[in-house]
């Protein structure tokens, strides 16, 4: 992930658990009237309008430092094996040699359960609904699904670095000037999915790492909030203190490795 994310470690579970996020919602300038229009790092631009940008640091996750390697990144709240409760399936990254990732979908092709993560020892991804197995690059099997898993878009930085491009992620964000009792704020508003986790993040230049800031959902309330879950689709409106005239704001969505 990029030197702007924030993780989270979770001990006392079987398997590490990481929080991460996806830089979806367009960055915007705090100087208004400039929007950013384009992607935060131009070597992961979107190619498909609407699409939003997972940003993978390798070294983040030892899974992925071996050929046949995996992890599965939930971009939601979902129930294991039952399908998504959300538009956004988590996403398979596998390792299928040095060098050579796949980024896909965890929707099955048969009825749209979500597929556990690449594992060599039953053989692929496996949908433990009706039991379609899929190859490590997403090939269907066996099993009564009849197409192999959607390939993302990806790309390599040779180094560290995987950008899996997302269809439908994408969104724009429209910041405005909001009076306020409490001081000089913007508000900025983007369309929100149901049960997905937001988060805002903040940077002084565009080279410059982003740090998570915290907003209020009212015009004059305290920003002590850092986490926004919508409980239905919609447009979402926040306000975030304004430190100075420059600087860029970002939303993202939170990911969570199983
Ligand atoms: S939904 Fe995956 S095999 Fe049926």
């Given at each position: 992930?990029?030197?702007h ?11 590490r ?40 640091k ?10 046949g390697?995996?992890v ?6 979902f ?29 099955c ?39 192999a ?58 080279s ?34 304004r ?7 970002s ?8």
């Open positions: 992930m990029p030197a994310s924030s993780s989270q470690f979770d001990v006392g579970i079987s398997r658990r990481l929080i991460k996020h996806i830089v979806a919602g367009t960055a915007v300038s705090s100087v208004l009237g400039r929007p950013w229009l384009a992607s935060l790092i131009a070597d992961c631009t979107p190619v498909q309008a609407g699409a939003g940008i997972l940003r993978v390798l070294s983040e996750f030892p899974a992925l430092q071996n050929d390697g995996a599965r990144l939930s971009l939601n709240p129930v294991a094996s039952s399908t998504s409760v959300t538009p956004f399936y988590p996403v398979l990254i596998n390792r299928v040699a040095a060098g050579n990732f796949v980024g896909l979908s965890s929707r092709t048969h009825m749209g359960c979500v597929v556990s993560a690449y594992d060599e020892g039953s053989g692929g991804c496996l949908c433990q609904c009706h039991g379609s197995l899929f190859a490590i690059d997403g090939r269907r099997l066996s099993g009564p699904a009849n197409s898993l959607t390939k993302y878009r990806l790309f390599f930085d040779g180094v560290d670095q995987l950008c899996i491009e997302i269809p439908g992620l994408g969104f724009s964000v429209t910041p405005s000037v909001a009076d306020s009792p409490v001081g000089p704020r913007i508000r900025l508003q983007f369309a929100a999915r149901r049960n997905v986790n937001y988060e805002i993040h903040y940077r002084k230049s565009i410059e790492a982003g740090i998570v800031v915290t907003f209020s959902k009212t015009q004059d309330g305290t920003a002590t909030e850092t986490v926004l879950t919508p409980t239905s689709n919609g447009t979402a409106t926040i306000f975030v203190d430190p100075d005239g420059s600087g860029f704001y939303v993202s969505i939170q990911t969570l490795e199983e």
